[in-house]
Structure formats: C-alpha cells, structure tokens
C-alpha cells in the first residue's frame, strides 16, 4: 500500500514527524484561508471539509488527526466499519455529522431470519467515525455535482505507526468475521459488486449425495489444504494452492457441495459470479481480495461464462507464483463442453476435475431418504419411487419428494408414481422441443 499524507499548515509548521530522514518540513505550494479563497476552483470546498472534521477529532480526542490517501484498491476497513456500527463495536465511535440536511442513519432490511426484520442504524455516508484505541478515523464524505450526490472517502490517523498498526489488524479481523459468511463477487455494468451473506444454514457433509470415492476425494483434498501450512509448502518447494473442478448435469449437487465446503472448513469463503460484465480488472480485483483472505476457498460459478477477451489473461493469473497462494479454488459448469482446454491442460490452473453425474439407483435412494421421502410412502413405494426415477437429477428427485409432501398434506396418501410419469412426460417434451399450447381447437404447438 502507498500511503500518502496531509497536513494543516499548522501542523508542517510545528510538527517534526512531517520531515523525511530528519529533513525540514517540505514548502507548502498553496495553503488555503478565506482571503484566498476561490483562486483554485473546488480547493476551497474540499479544505473546508477536511478542516471541520479535523477539528471534530481534536475537540473530541484532543490530538491532531492528519489526512491519509491510499493507492490501495481493497480497502476492506471500509466493510469491517459498517459490521462495527451494525452490530453495535464499543471500539468505534460517532464522531460527528458531516452536512446537517443529509441522512444520518439508514433503514435496514433483514430477510436472512425466519421473520425479516427493519432495522435503524447509523450512516457510513456522512458521518466520521473513530477508532480511537487506534488513533484512527474514517468518513465517507459526500460531494454534489449537477448529476447527482458523490462521495469520497478519508482516512484520518494520529501518525504513521498507529494508522500502520490499524492496517496490520485489518486481515486477521476480515478473516475472523469471514468465517461464519461468505464473500459474494458479482460483476455488473458498473464494476464488481462484493458483499457479504451469511452463512444462514450449513449443508453438512453428510447431507452431500455423491458417489463414495469422488466425495472423499474431494473433501480428503480440502481437509489435506487447511491442516497443512506455508512453511510445509515452502520447505518442499510446492506452490500453497490447490484447484478442482465440478462439471455435470445442472442439478446434481454441484451447488450442495460447494455450501457444505464453505460450511465446514476452517477458513473463510468466497464466491464469485462470472458474468458478460467480467473484465481483467474485475479478475485482478476478486484475487487480490482473495489472498487477503487466505487460507480459503474461493468458488468459481459458472467458470465457463468466462468472456472470451477476459480468458488469456484470467489464465495468467492461475499460472502466477503468488496470485492463488492459500486459495483452493473451485470451479463449477454445467457445460464441459465450453471449457476453455488450457484451463485442464497445465497443472496449477485446475489439478482434478470431478464429473457430478445423474445419480444411479444407490444415491438416488440415499437422497429420497434424507428428503424423508418415507415419511409418506412405505418400503414398497420407496424401492418402485427408487427404480422409476432412472435418469433423474437430483433437483428433480426433489420435486417427487415435494410434489408427494403436497400431497400428503392434502389428501393423506401421495400418488408418487403418478408424480414421476407427470414429471417424465414433461421432461421428454422438453428434451424434443415439444412445447403444447390449448387453443379453441385443442392442442397446437411444435414438434
């Protein structure tokens, strides 16, 4: 990270700590007061701000707090303040409101419970808050153009080494409060969105419904990933980075075990949504956030939706010696067949690759069972329910066991083998085109 600093002029005046190696301070080319004002258009402005929330600080603190730039684009303490304020962090404080007919708190809306909720809390936008065991400060000022109300944000520290210490606790605090949540990269039209979700209900392992030696393949590698260290790796010159890839027919669990992996490691996770919005940037974006996460895994959705221009150079990010260090990372498709070649071609980029295929007769008892499908039916209908749903997926497993609760819930007694001749039907018109449609003739459509 480079950092760059501001001063008042009282402050370069009087301050030692702004010289280099013992140097004088550096002459100030233009320092703003109201004689001068205007003779740098929009200097006036932006120097009124910044002096307000410096007096802020003092009055509250009484210690300078000098203004801080950073060329670093992952400026994760950005989301670590909004988690503060959300839930209620002693450590930091409200230290004033920027402009008085702004928002000073935000509605929030939270359906991730079994009841949503509203709740009020304080803005990130237009206040300045502190961490004053830290001597740090952070506000998100807002600025207003013809178009519309921007916002810049400022980071305020009472010196070099505290603001250094605050960074330095940066990365272990996003990991520990990214353990029990995952990471969501979206690309959009307007740059990768990132937020955070909650991990509202782990799928457990055992819940998982693959054949026996993929399934312990893949978490044995996993397991293997997290109990190991760099210092393992470095010592026997291997690179800390490992990658899978799951391909199949949709609906066959790819999405279920990717959920029970983030449920259950030791670390945190991360998934990211290819879109026709990814670009170069947005690849170097989720990676650098990444490694600042590591150990984790970070799951690729969808891998083959990867823009054609984006491809060569998402490649050379795989092959780089420190991009995916402490990242295991996890591909999804259902489309093989689109797969770009050098991503299976080179070892580093995606080292196994694991078809999740329609289950066969075993899972596909195995997962009837765990829905409780025998809630409704006897052994009788679950081995003729087992041996009638040949070719299914599991999501389509699951609407049997759905369609046969509704059922039962009505009528007391499921016709599961009408469910699955229905379903059948449906699949086969949709797997030849047939779509039917009623008119006043009676049924019209392609074939």
Same mark, same amino acid.
């Given at each position: ?256 075990? =990717? +959920? @029970? ?7 945190? #996770?991360?998934?990211?949504? /290819?879109? $026709?919005?990814?670009? *170069?940037?947005? =690849? +170097? @974006? ?7 996460? #590591?150990?984790?895994?970070? /799951?690729? $959705?969808?891998?083959? *939706? ?142």
């Amino acid at each position: 990270m480079i950092i760059s600093t501001h001063n008042t002029v009282q402050e370069q005046e009087a301050s030692p700590a702004s010289s280099v190696s013992g140097n004088p301070p550096p002459p100030v080319i233009y320092s703003y007061d109201q004689q001068s004002e205007g003779r740098i258009d929009g200097y006036a402005e932006h120097a009124r701000l910044i002096d307000g929330i410096s007096r802020a600080l003092y009055d509250r603190y009484g210690i300078d707090y000098r203004l801080y730039a950073s060329s670093d684009p992952n400026i994760e303490y950005w989301d670590l303040l909004r988690s503060d304020i959300l839930e209620g962090n002693p450590e930091v404080q409200h230290v004033a409101k920027i402009f008085d007919k702004l928002e000073e708190k935000t509605i929030r809306y939270d359906d991730e419970g079994d009841q949503p909720e509203y709740g009020v809390h304080l803005s990130v936008l237009n206040n300045v808050f502190a961490y004053p065991k830290w001597g740090v400060a952070l506000a998100r000022v807002p600025f207003f153009r013809l178009n519309g109300v921007y916002h810049e944000d400022y980071v305020f520290a009472v010196g070099d080494a505290e603001l250094r210490s605050f960074l330095g606790g940066i990365r272990t605090r996003e990991r520990q409060q990214n353990m029990n949540k995952v990471t969501v990269f979206t690309d959009t039209s307007h740059g990768i969105e990132r937020r955070s979700e909650p991990v509202t209900r782990s799928v457990t392992r055992d819940e998982v419904v693959l054949a026996a030696k993929i399934k312990k393949e893949i978490y044995r590698s996993i397991d293997q990933f997290f109990e190991s260290d760099r210092t393992f790796y470095r010592t026997y010159n291997i690179p800390y980075k490992r990658g899978i890839l799951l391909y199949g027919h949709p609906g066959n669990g790819k999405t279920t075990l =990717v +959920k @029970s992996i983030a449920g259950s490691i030791p670390g945190p #996770a991360a998934y990211w949504q /290819i879109t $026709e919005y990814t670009t *170069s940037e947005s =690849v +170097k @974006s989720v990676f650098e956030a990444a490694s600042r996460l #590591a150990p984790m895994v970070l /799951i690729i $959705e969808d891998i083959d *939706s990867m823009p054609q221009e984006v491809r060569s150079f998402f490649l050379n990010t795989l092959d780089g010696a420190t991009s995916k260090e402490g990242i295991f990372l996890i591909g999804t498709t259902n489309y093989p067949e689109k797969i770009d070649p050098g991503l299976m071609n080179r070892a580093g980029r995606f080292d196994r690759a694991y078809e999740i295929a329609l289950p066969d007769e075993i899972l596909r008892r195995q997962y009837l069972e765990l829905r409780g499908l025998g809630n409704f039916v006897d052994d009788e209908a679950m081995a003729e329910t087992v041996r009638l749903t040949e070719g299914f997926s599991l999501a389509q497993l699951g609407e049997v066991y759905v369609s046969a609760a509704l059922q039962w819930h009505e009528h007391g007694e499921p016709h599961v083998q009408d469910i699955i001749f229905n379903m059948r039907g449906e699949l086969d018109k949709k797997r030849k085109n047939e779509w039917l449609k009623e008119t006043a003739a009676g049924k019209v459509g392609f074939f």
